[in-house]
C-alpha cells in the first residue's frame, strides 16, 4: 500500500520561528491532504492539494505539493503557542487515505 | 452543524465485557469511518461504510464488529477485548467518502483492563 514518510519526526521551536515539515514518498501520489492533531484532541483537517507544483496559503501556513508529487511541505511562518501539535500528511491508498507518521511541533514562549 | 459526535469520551472495560462506541453526524455525509489510534501514532483506518454499507474492512479481528444502522450512525461492538487495544477510537464522515477531506469526532479513549 501507499506509504509516506515524514521528516522531523519532532521539532521544537521558540515562539516566533518558522518551521516546515516534509512528507515524502518513493512514488507518485494522487494526492495530498494535511491534518492538524493538538495534544489530547484530534485531527483536523487543513488542506488538500492535488495538482503539481501547487501552493496554498492559510495565514501563516503555506502547503506545496512537488513538481514530481513525490513530496510535499507544510511550513508555518512566525510560529504561535497554538500551533502546537502534530501534523500529519495524509495520501490516498486504493479509496482511502492513509496518515504518514507525523511531526509534532512543540512552541516555547 | 459540522461535528461528529462520539460518545461516550472515556470507556474502561474488562477482557470479558461488551460494549459499545457510538457515532453521530448530521451533515448528510455518505461515508463514516473508524479508525483506531495509539499514543504518538497516525490514526489507522479500521472500516469504511460507504452509504451504509460496508466497503473496507482492514482486516480487523472480530472482536471488534462495525454496524451502521442508517445515514447517521455509525456504531463500533466491542467484545472480548485485548488489552493491547487500548487505544483512542475515532469517527470520521466524508461527504461521499474517496478523495474527501474527513470530519472526525474526538473520539472514545478506551483502556482494556
Known amino acids: 500500500g501507499q506509504q509516506v514518510m515524514q521528516i522531523p519526526q519532532y521539532q521544537h521551536v521558540q515562539e516566533g520561528e518558522d518551521f516546515t515539515t516534509y512528507c515524502n514518498s518513493s512514488?507518485?501520489?494522487?494526492?495530498i491532504q494535511w491534518y492538524k492533531q493538538r495534544p489530547g484532541g484530534h485531527p483536523v483537517f487543513l488542506i488538500q492539494l492535488v495538482k503539481s507544483g501547487e501552493v496554498k496559503k492559510q495565514k501563516r501556513l503555506t502547503f506545496q505539493f512537488g513538481e514530481a508529487k513525490k513530496n510535499s511541505s507544510l511550513h508555518i511562518t512566525a510560529t504561535q503557542t497554538t500551533d502546537v501539535g502534530t501534523y500529519f500528511c495524509?495520501?490516498?491508498?486504493?479509496?482511502?487515505?492513509?496518515f504518514g507518521p507525523g511531526t509534532r511541533l512543540s512552541v516555547l514562549p | 452543524d459540522t461535528e461528529v459526535t462520539q460518545t461516550p469520551k472515556h470507556l474502561v472495560m474488562g477482557m470479558t465485557n461488551k460494549k459499545s462506541l457510538k457515532c453521530e453526524q448530521h451533515?448528510?455525509?455518505?461515508?463514516m469511518y473508524w479508525y483506531k489510534q495509539k499514543a504518538k501514532k497516525p490514526p489507522e483506518l479500521m472500516f469504511v461504510?460507504?452509504?451504509?454499507?460496508?466497503?473496507i474492512n482492514e482486516s480487523v479481528p472480530s472482536r471488534f464488529s462495525p454496524e451502521c444502522p442508517n445515514s447517521s450512525l455509525l456504531n463500533l461492538h466491542l467484545h472480548a477485548l485485548q488489552p493491547e487495544d487500548s487505544a483512542l477510537y475515532l469517527c470520521a464522515s466524508s461527504r461521499q467518502g474517496y478523495n474527501e477531506k474527513l470530519f472526525f469526532g474526538s473520539g472514545t479513549q478506551l483502556s482494556v483492563l
Open positions: 461504510y460507504s452509504y451504509e454499507k460496508l466497503s
Open positions: 495524509a495520501t490516498l491508498d486504493g479509496q482511502n487515505f492513509v
Open positions: 512514488t507518485t501520489l494522487s494526492n
Open positions: 451533515m448528510g455525509h455518505r461515508a
